[in-house]
Protein backbone atom coordinates (compact mmCIF):
# COMPACT_ATOMS: atom_id res chain seq x y z
CA UNK A 1 0.00 0.00 0.00
CA UNK A 2 1.58 3.27 -0.73
CA UNK A 3 1.76 5.77 1.95
CA UNK A 4 0.46 9.14 1.63
CA UNK A 5 1.78 11.56 4.44
CA UNK A 6 -1.45 13.48 3.91
CA UNK A 7 -3.23 10.91 4.38
CA UNK A 8 -4.11 11.05 8.44
CA UNK A 9 -7.44 9.81 9.71
CA UNK A 10 -9.58 9.15 12.43
CA UNK A 11 -9.65 5.79 14.41
CA UNK A 12 -13.87 7.17 14.72
CA UNK A 13 -13.98 7.80 10.91
CA UNK A 14 -15.76 10.65 10.80
CA UNK A 15 -13.16 13.30 10.52
CA UNK A 16 -12.01 14.68 7.07
CA UNK A 17 -7.89 13.54 6.16
CA UNK A 18 -5.32 16.09 6.89
CA UNK A 19 -1.59 15.96 6.94
CA UNK A 20 1.28 15.83 9.37
CA UNK A 21 1.31 19.41 10.51
CA UNK A 22 -2.56 19.12 11.16
CA UNK A 23 -2.30 15.98 13.03
CA UNK A 24 0.31 17.64 15.42
CA UNK A 25 -1.23 21.17 16.12
CA UNK A 26 -4.71 19.22 16.39
CA UNK A 27 -3.87 16.34 18.90
CA UNK A 28 -7.09 14.73 18.55
CA UNK A 29 -9.49 14.42 16.10
CA UNK A 30 -12.66 16.57 15.77
CA UNK A 31 -14.93 13.36 16.16
CA UNK A 32 -13.16 12.08 19.16
CA UNK A 33 -10.80 9.34 17.63
CA UNK A 34 -6.68 9.60 17.33
CA UNK A 35 -5.33 10.05 14.49
CA UNK A 36 -3.54 7.42 12.32
CA UNK A 37 -1.48 7.35 9.05
CA UNK A 38 -3.87 6.16 5.95
CA UNK A 39 -1.34 3.54 5.60
CA UNK A 40 1.75 2.26 6.79
CA UNK A 41 5.00 2.98 5.07
CA UNK A 42 7.60 0.72 4.55
CA UNK A 43 10.79 0.56 6.50
CA UNK A 44 13.67 -0.42 4.19
CA UNK A 45 16.22 -3.12 5.80
CA UNK A 46 19.33 -0.31 5.45
CA UNK A 47 17.09 1.37 8.22
CA UNK A 48 18.70 -0.96 10.76
CA UNK A 49 21.92 -1.83 9.38
CA UNK A 50 24.77 -2.29 12.03
CA UNK A 51 26.58 0.70 12.92
CA UNK A 52 23.95 3.69 11.95
CA UNK A 53 23.33 6.67 13.75
CA UNK A 54 20.39 7.22 15.75
CA UNK A 55 19.69 10.54 13.86
CA UNK A 56 19.77 8.92 10.09
CA UNK A 57 17.74 5.93 12.07
CA UNK A 58 15.15 8.15 12.91
CA UNK A 59 15.30 10.22 9.58
CA UNK A 60 14.42 6.89 7.60
CA UNK A 61 11.68 6.07 10.10
CA UNK A 62 9.82 9.09 10.55
CA UNK A 63 10.34 11.51 7.28
CA UNK A 64 7.62 9.38 5.66
CA UNK A 65 5.17 10.44 7.86
CA UNK A 66 6.25 13.99 7.61
CA UNK A 67 6.51 14.71 3.62
CA UNK A 68 6.71 18.43 3.30
CA UNK A 69 3.74 18.73 5.78
CA UNK A 70 6.36 21.07 7.43
CA UNK A 71 9.46 23.40 6.20
CA UNK A 72 12.38 21.71 4.60
CA UNK A 73 14.71 20.60 7.13
CA UNK A 74 12.68 20.74 10.01
CA UNK A 75 13.18 16.85 11.44
CA UNK A 76 17.15 16.96 10.98
CA UNK A 77 16.89 20.71 12.95
CA UNK A 78 14.39 18.72 15.63
CA UNK A 79 17.07 15.43 15.39
CA UNK A 80 20.15 17.83 15.84
CA UNK A 81 18.34 19.10 19.46
CA UNK A 82 17.17 15.94 20.60
CA UNK A 83 20.76 14.21 20.30
CA UNK A 84 22.72 17.30 21.65
CA UNK A 85 20.19 16.08 24.98
CA UNK A 86 21.26 13.06 25.15
CA UNK A 87 24.40 11.08 26.58
CA UNK A 88 25.53 8.04 25.20
CA UNK A 89 26.31 8.43 21.52
CA UNK A 90 24.07 5.77 20.80
CA UNK A 91 21.07 7.76 22.09
CA UNK A 92 19.31 4.78 23.67
CA UNK A 93 21.97 2.11 24.37
CA UNK A 94 21.46 -1.75 24.27
CA UNK A 95 22.57 -3.32 27.51
CA UNK A 96 23.19 -7.13 27.06
CA UNK A 97 22.24 -8.54 30.61
CA UNK A 98 22.60 -12.47 30.03
CA UNK A 99 22.10 -14.83 27.23
CA UNK A 100 19.03 -13.49 25.08
CA UNK A 101 18.09 -10.61 27.60
CA UNK A 102 18.87 -7.38 26.88
CA UNK A 103 18.14 -3.81 28.68
CA UNK A 104 17.42 -0.74 26.17
CA UNK A 105 17.80 2.68 28.46
CA UNK A 106 15.35 5.34 27.22
CA UNK A 107 16.52 7.23 30.24
CA UNK A 108 18.93 9.34 29.10
CA UNK A 109 17.92 12.75 28.30
CA UNK A 110 16.93 16.15 30.08
CA UNK A 111 14.78 14.45 32.95
CA UNK A 112 16.03 10.97 32.96
CA UNK A 113 13.02 9.32 31.20
CA UNK A 114 12.24 7.73 27.65
CA UNK A 115 9.15 10.30 27.41
CA UNK A 116 11.97 13.46 26.46
CA UNK A 117 13.15 10.84 23.05
CA UNK A 118 9.55 11.80 21.37
CA UNK A 119 8.79 15.13 23.53
CA UNK A 120 12.22 16.92 22.20
CA UNK A 121 10.99 16.24 18.65
CA UNK A 122 7.27 16.98 19.61
CA UNK A 123 8.42 20.24 20.26
CA UNK A 124 10.95 21.37 17.87
CA UNK A 125 8.55 20.21 14.87
CA UNK A 126 5.93 22.03 16.31
CA UNK A 127 7.34 25.38 16.73
CA UNK A 128 8.53 25.00 13.27
CA UNK A 129 4.68 24.17 11.86
CA UNK A 130 3.87 27.15 14.15
CA UNK A 131 6.37 29.61 12.56
CA UNK A 132 5.39 28.37 9.29
CA UNK A 133 1.95 29.41 9.84
CA UNK A 134 2.03 32.68 11.97
CA UNK A 135 -0.45 30.53 14.51
CA UNK A 136 -0.24 30.48 18.74
CA UNK A 137 -1.06 26.74 20.00
CA UNK A 138 -2.16 25.93 23.66
CA UNK A 139 -1.18 22.52 24.89
CA UNK A 140 -2.13 20.58 27.68
CA UNK A 141 -1.75 17.19 28.49
CA UNK A 142 -2.15 14.78 31.45
CA UNK A 143 0.62 12.58 33.22
CA UNK A 144 1.63 10.06 35.46
CA UNK A 145 4.70 11.52 35.99
CA UNK A 146 7.09 11.42 32.81
CA UNK A 147 5.33 13.13 29.93
CA UNK A 148 4.77 15.93 32.29
CA UNK A 149 8.21 16.49 33.28
CA UNK A 150 9.49 15.81 29.65
CA UNK A 151 6.81 18.45 28.22
CA UNK A 152 7.79 21.26 30.99
CA UNK A 153 11.44 20.67 29.38
CA UNK A 154 10.72 20.53 26.18
CA UNK A 155 8.05 23.38 25.93
CA UNK A 156 8.92 26.16 28.61
CA UNK A 157 10.00 29.29 27.39
CA UNK A 158 9.06 28.26 23.62
CA UNK A 159 7.82 31.28 21.53
CA UNK A 160 3.87 30.84 20.13
CA UNK A 161 3.43 27.64 22.90
CA UNK A 162 1.59 27.59 26.13
CA UNK A 163 2.00 24.81 28.40
CA UNK A 164 -0.81 23.11 30.84
CA UNK A 165 -0.07 20.56 32.66
CA UNK A 166 -2.07 18.45 34.68
CA UNK A 167 -1.18 15.71 37.27
CA UNK A 168 -2.26 13.71 40.54
CA UNK A 169 -1.88 15.31 43.47
CA UNK A 170 0.41 13.88 45.58
CA UNK A 171 0.57 10.65 43.22
CA UNK A 172 3.87 11.19 41.40
CA UNK A 173 6.89 10.86 42.93
CA UNK A 174 9.08 13.84 44.40
CA UNK A 175 11.43 14.30 41.13
CA UNK A 176 9.00 13.62 38.60
CA UNK A 177 6.94 16.69 40.33
CA UNK A 178 9.86 18.82 41.15
CA UNK A 179 10.75 18.72 37.33
CA UNK A 180 7.57 19.94 36.25
CA UNK A 181 6.99 22.23 39.00
CA UNK A 182 10.16 24.27 39.87
CA UNK A 183 10.90 25.47 35.85
CA UNK A 184 10.54 29.35 35.86
CA UNK A 185 8.36 29.53 32.84
CA UNK A 186 5.68 31.72 32.10
CA UNK A 187 4.37 30.16 29.58
CA UNK A 188 3.98 27.12 31.85
CA UNK A 189 0.85 26.16 34.17
CA UNK A 190 0.81 23.30 36.09
CA UNK A 191 -2.49 21.52 37.73
CA UNK A 192 -2.28 19.13 40.29
CA UNK A 193 -5.58 17.20 40.29
CA UNK A 194 -7.14 15.57 43.56
CA UNK A 195 -7.77 12.21 41.81
CA UNK A 196 -5.46 9.69 39.88
CA UNK A 197 -4.28 9.82 36.04
CA UNK A 198 -7.43 8.61 34.51
CA UNK A 199 -9.31 12.21 35.81
CA UNK A 200 -6.47 14.06 34.37
CA UNK A 201 -6.58 12.16 31.28
CA UNK A 202 -10.48 12.79 31.25
CA UNK A 203 -10.18 16.03 31.98
CA UNK A 204 -7.98 16.81 29.17
CA UNK A 205 -10.47 15.19 26.73
CA UNK A 206 -13.17 17.03 28.42
CA UNK A 207 -11.05 20.32 27.71
CA UNK A 208 -9.74 19.44 24.04
CA UNK A 209 -13.15 18.70 23.32
CA UNK A 210 -14.70 22.16 24.30
CA UNK A 211 -14.41 24.68 20.95
CA UNK A 212 -14.66 28.17 22.93
CA UNK A 213 -10.83 27.10 24.10
CA UNK A 214 -9.56 27.57 20.42
CA UNK A 215 -11.40 31.46 19.87
CA UNK A 216 -7.46 32.44 20.73
CA UNK A 217 -5.59 30.08 18.80
CA UNK A 218 -4.84 26.64 18.29
CA UNK A 219 -5.88 24.25 21.40
CA UNK A 220 -4.40 20.79 21.24
CA UNK A 221 -2.76 17.57 23.26
CA UNK A 222 0.77 16.54 23.98
CA UNK A 223 0.14 13.71 25.43
CA UNK A 224 0.94 10.15 23.07
CA UNK A 225 -2.77 10.46 21.96
CA UNK A 226 -0.59 13.24 19.57
CA UNK A 227 0.34 10.92 16.25
CA UNK A 228 3.74 13.03 16.41
CA UNK A 229 4.41 11.97 20.01
CA UNK A 230 4.03 7.76 18.45
CA UNK A 231 6.09 8.44 15.63
CA UNK A 232 8.66 9.82 17.59
CA UNK A 233 9.35 6.82 19.71
CA UNK A 234 9.27 5.04 16.54
CA UNK A 235 13.53 4.87 16.42
CA UNK A 236 14.15 3.92 19.33
CA UNK A 237 13.07 0.16 18.27
CA UNK A 238 14.89 0.59 14.53
CA UNK A 239 17.84 1.62 16.68
CA UNK A 240 17.55 -1.61 19.43
CA UNK A 241 17.43 -3.79 16.12
CA UNK A 242 20.78 -2.16 14.70
CA UNK A 243 22.46 -2.99 17.92
CA UNK A 244 21.51 -5.95 18.39
CA UNK A 245 22.41 -7.11 14.74
CA UNK A 246 26.04 -5.14 15.87
CA UNK A 247 26.25 -7.54 18.74
CA UNK A 248 26.05 -10.11 15.99
CA UNK A 249 22.61 -11.54 16.77
CA UNK A 250 20.59 -11.84 13.40
CA UNK A 251 17.01 -13.10 15.08
CA UNK A 252 14.19 -10.87 15.30
CA UNK A 253 14.04 -9.96 19.16
CA UNK A 254 10.74 -9.99 21.46
CA UNK A 255 10.10 -6.44 23.05
CA UNK A 256 8.78 -5.92 26.47
CA UNK A 257 7.58 -2.88 27.08
CA UNK A 258 6.39 -1.32 30.80
CA UNK A 259 3.35 0.24 29.83
CA UNK A 260 0.72 2.75 31.44
CA UNK A 261 -1.29 4.67 28.28
CA UNK A 262 -0.48 2.29 25.93
CA UNK A 263 1.79 4.80 23.67
CA UNK A 264 5.64 3.14 24.11
CA UNK A 265 4.20 -0.37 22.84
CA UNK A 266 2.04 1.16 19.88
CA UNK A 267 5.18 2.82 18.64
CA UNK A 268 6.93 -0.57 18.73
CA UNK A 269 4.01 -1.88 16.71
CA UNK A 270 3.86 0.72 14.22
CA UNK A 271 7.54 0.08 13.82
CA UNK A 272 6.70 -4.24 13.06
CA UNK A 273 4.08 -2.86 10.31
CA UNK A 274 6.44 -0.58 8.66
CA UNK A 275 8.75 -3.73 7.97
CA UNK A 276 11.02 -3.70 11.37
CA UNK A 277 11.98 -7.76 12.08
CA UNK A 278 10.02 -8.04 15.33
CA UNK A 279 9.30 -11.65 16.80
CA UNK A 280 6.42 -10.31 19.26
CA UNK A 281 5.26 -7.47 21.97
CA UNK A 282 4.69 -8.04 25.58
CA UNK A 283 3.06 -5.39 27.48
CA UNK A 284 3.92 -5.49 31.26
CA UNK A 285 1.52 -3.84 33.21
CA UNK A 286 1.79 -3.44 37.06
CA UNK A 287 -1.46 -3.84 39.47
CA UNK A 288 -4.00 -1.28 37.16
CA UNK A 289 -4.43 -4.12 34.80
CA UNK A 290 -7.17 -3.57 32.55
CA UNK A 291 -5.22 -3.98 29.10
CA UNK A 292 -4.07 -7.24 30.76
CA UNK A 293 -7.20 -8.00 31.60
CA UNK A 294 -8.84 -7.11 28.28
CA UNK A 295 -6.12 -8.81 26.52
CA UNK A 296 -5.93 -11.60 28.35
CA UNK A 297 -9.97 -12.39 29.34
CA UNK A 298 -11.95 -9.89 26.42
CA UNK A 299 -13.69 -7.56 28.83
CA UNK A 300 -12.05 -4.15 28.84
CA UNK A 301 -13.35 -2.57 31.91
CA UNK A 302 -12.43 0.87 33.66
CA UNK A 303 -11.76 1.02 37.67
CA UNK A 304 -9.79 2.81 40.00
CA UNK A 305 -6.30 2.97 39.55
CA UNK A 306 -4.56 2.04 42.43
CA UNK A 307 -1.07 3.50 43.47
CA UNK A 308 1.74 1.63 43.04
CA UNK A 309 5.80 1.96 42.80
CA UNK A 310 5.35 2.03 39.54
CA UNK A 311 3.28 5.50 39.51
CA UNK A 312 3.96 6.42 35.50
CA UNK A 313 1.93 3.00 35.50
CA UNK A 314 -0.79 3.82 37.60
CA UNK A 315 -3.45 3.61 34.57
CA UNK A 316 -7.09 1.81 34.32
CA UNK A 317 -8.05 3.37 31.00
CA UNK A 318 -5.40 3.70 28.42
CA UNK A 319 -5.73 5.89 25.25
CA UNK A 320 -3.54 4.31 22.34
CA UNK A 321 -5.42 0.88 23.24
CA UNK A 322 -8.20 2.47 20.72
CA UNK A 323 -5.20 2.66 18.12
CA UNK A 324 -4.82 -1.27 18.43
CA UNK A 325 -8.51 -1.43 18.23
CA UNK A 326 -8.71 0.18 14.92
CA UNK A 327 -5.55 -2.29 13.57
CA UNK A 328 -7.39 -5.24 15.19
CA UNK A 329 -10.48 -4.16 13.50
CA UNK A 330 -8.97 -3.75 10.43
CA UNK A 331 -9.69 -0.17 10.24
CA UNK A 332 -13.65 -0.33 10.56
CA UNK A 333 -13.71 3.28 12.29
CA UNK A 334 -17.75 2.88 12.97
CA UNK A 335 -16.93 -0.31 14.87
CA UNK A 336 -14.24 1.25 16.61
CA UNK A 337 -16.15 4.00 17.56
CA UNK A 338 -19.01 2.02 19.05
CA UNK A 339 -16.92 0.51 21.19
CA UNK A 340 -14.86 3.19 22.86
CA UNK A 341 -18.08 4.97 23.40
CA UNK A 342 -19.95 2.01 25.36
CA UNK A 343 -16.67 2.19 27.31
CA UNK A 344 -17.08 5.68 27.79
CA UNK A 345 -21.12 5.37 28.98
CA UNK A 346 -20.79 1.99 30.61
CA UNK A 347 -17.60 1.79 31.81
CA UNK A 348 -16.47 -1.81 30.30
CA UNK A 349 -17.19 -3.32 27.11
CA UNK A 350 -16.55 -6.87 25.51
CA UNK A 351 -13.97 -7.71 23.03
CA UNK A 352 -15.91 -9.04 20.01
CA UNK A 353 -13.91 -11.89 19.46
CA UNK A 354 -12.14 -11.45 16.00
CA UNK A 355 -11.06 -8.10 17.46
CA UNK A 356 -9.59 -10.04 20.26
CA UNK A 357 -7.88 -12.74 18.06
CA UNK A 358 -6.33 -10.20 16.12
CA UNK A 359 -4.77 -8.07 19.01
CA UNK A 360 -3.56 -11.58 20.48
CA UNK A 361 -1.48 -11.71 17.35
CA UNK A 362 -0.15 -8.77 18.08
CA UNK A 363 0.72 -8.35 21.22
CA UNK A 364 0.31 -9.99 24.71
CA UNK A 365 0.44 -8.81 28.24
CA UNK A 366 1.60 -9.74 31.66
CA UNK A 367 0.66 -8.23 34.81
CA UNK A 368 3.21 -7.61 37.91
CA UNK A 369 2.63 -7.13 41.27
CA UNK A 370 4.47 -4.90 43.93
CA UNK A 371 6.08 -7.86 45.70
CA UNK A 372 7.15 -9.48 42.30
CA UNK A 373 8.52 -5.58 41.78
CA UNK A 374 10.83 -5.42 44.71
CA UNK A 375 12.40 -8.77 43.92
CA UNK A 376 13.14 -7.83 40.48
CA UNK A 377 14.55 -4.71 41.60
CA UNK A 378 17.01 -6.68 44.02
CA UNK A 379 17.47 -9.50 41.54
CA UNK A 380 18.90 -7.12 38.73
CA UNK A 381 21.12 -5.53 41.23
CA UNK A 382 22.25 -9.40 42.68
CA UNK A 383 22.78 -10.69 39.18
CA UNK A 384 23.54 -7.70 36.64
CA UNK A 385 25.17 -5.01 38.44
CA UNK A 386 22.05 -3.12 37.55
CA UNK A 387 20.02 -0.85 39.40
CA UNK A 388 16.77 -0.35 38.00
CA UNK A 389 13.52 1.90 38.12
CA UNK A 390 10.08 -0.21 39.56
CA UNK A 391 9.06 0.50 35.71
CA UNK A 392 12.08 -0.98 34.19
CA UNK A 393 11.53 -3.81 37.26
CA UNK A 394 8.04 -4.74 35.90
CA UNK A 395 9.54 -5.25 32.15
CA UNK A 396 11.97 -7.45 33.33
CA UNK A 397 9.98 -9.30 35.48
CA UNK A 398 7.62 -10.15 32.46
CA UNK A 399 10.99 -10.33 29.97
CA UNK A 400 12.18 -13.29 32.37
CA UNK A 401 9.43 -15.21 31.82
CA UNK A 402 9.21 -14.67 28.16
CA UNK A 403 10.37 -18.01 25.57
CA UNK A 404 13.81 -17.03 24.51
CA UNK A 405 13.63 -19.57 22.04
CA UNK A 406 10.88 -17.21 20.03
CA UNK A 407 14.52 -14.55 19.92
CA UNK A 408 16.38 -12.79 22.03
CA UNK A 409 14.46 -10.59 24.57
CA UNK A 410 14.68 -6.87 24.80
CA UNK A 411 13.12 -5.11 27.94
CA UNK A 412 12.78 -1.34 28.04
CA UNK A 413 14.31 0.72 30.75
CA UNK A 414 11.99 3.79 30.76
CA UNK A 415 13.34 5.93 33.50
CA UNK A 416 16.56 6.17 35.82
CA UNK A 417 16.70 4.79 39.19
CA UNK A 418 16.83 8.13 41.26
CA UNK A 419 13.47 9.15 39.94
CA UNK A 420 12.19 6.78 42.79
CA UNK A 421 14.52 6.37 45.18
CA UNK A 422 11.63 5.79 48.01
CA UNK A 423 11.03 2.77 46.49
CA UNK A 424 14.61 1.71 45.19
CA UNK A 425 16.40 2.64 48.42
CA UNK A 426 14.52 0.33 50.95
CA UNK A 427 15.06 -2.78 48.38
CA UNK A 428 18.99 -2.42 48.07
CA UNK A 429 20.25 -0.68 50.96
CA UNK A 430 20.93 2.72 49.03
CA UNK A 431 20.07 5.81 47.14
CA UNK A 432 20.35 5.63 43.71
CA UNK A 433 23.69 8.08 42.65
CA UNK A 434 21.38 10.71 40.66
CA UNK A 435 22.38 11.84 37.26
CA UNK A 436 23.23 15.82 36.69
CA UNK A 437 19.98 16.67 35.80
CA UNK A 438 18.32 15.49 39.17
CA UNK A 439 20.73 17.13 41.15
CA UNK A 440 20.73 20.01 39.20
CA UNK A 441 16.92 20.62 40.82
CA UNK A 442 18.52 21.76 43.99
CA UNK A 443 15.80 23.59 46.84
CA UNK A 444 13.99 25.56 43.89
CA UNK A 445 10.41 26.71 44.73
CA UNK A 446 7.40 24.77 43.07
CA UNK A 447 4.54 26.23 41.17
CA UNK A 448 1.51 24.37 40.68
CA UNK A 449 -2.50 24.82 41.80
CA UNK A 450 -4.44 22.00 43.17
CA UNK A 451 -7.96 21.53 42.17
CA UNK A 452 -10.39 19.00 41.94
CA UNK A 453 -10.50 16.40 39.28
CA UNK A 454 -13.94 18.40 38.23
CA UNK A 455 -14.64 19.59 34.67
CA UNK A 456 -15.57 23.28 35.57
CA UNK A 457 -12.55 23.41 38.11
CA UNK A 458 -9.87 22.77 35.35
CA UNK A 459 -11.96 24.55 32.64
CA UNK A 460 -11.71 27.62 34.91
CA UNK A 461 -8.04 26.90 35.57
CA UNK A 462 -7.41 27.09 31.47
CA UNK A 463 -9.24 30.35 30.71
CA UNK A 464 -7.50 31.77 33.59
CA UNK A 465 -3.77 30.99 32.37
CA UNK A 466 -2.19 33.96 31.20
CA UNK A 467 0.55 32.39 30.27
Not at 238 to 256: C, I
Not at 376 to 395: E, R
Request: hydrophobic letters at 45%; glycine letters at 8%.
Amino acid sequence: MTFSPDGYISTRGDTAPTDFAEALLRGMAPDGGLYMPGAWPTLEPQAWAPGRGYSAMAVDAMSPFIGDALPAGALKRALDRLTAGFIPPEVTPLRRLEDDLYMLELFHGPTAAFKDLAMQLAAALASEALAASGENLTLVTATSGDTGAAAVAAFANTDRIRLIVLHPHERVSAVQRRQMTTVDADNVLNLAVRGDFDDCQRLVKGLLSDETLRAHGRFSSVNSINWARLAGQIPYYVSAVSQLAAMGESRAPVFVVPTGNFGDAFAGVAARKMGLPVAGFVAAVNRNDALARAINHGLYARKAAVETASVSMDVQAPSNFERLVFEASRRDAAATAALFQTFAAEGSVTMPPAFLAAIRAEVSAVSVDEPTTRDQIGHAHAAWGQVVCPHTAVALSAARGVDRSLGPVIALSTAHPAKFGKDVAPVLGFDPDPPKVIRDLGDRAERFEVIDADADAALAAVRGFGG
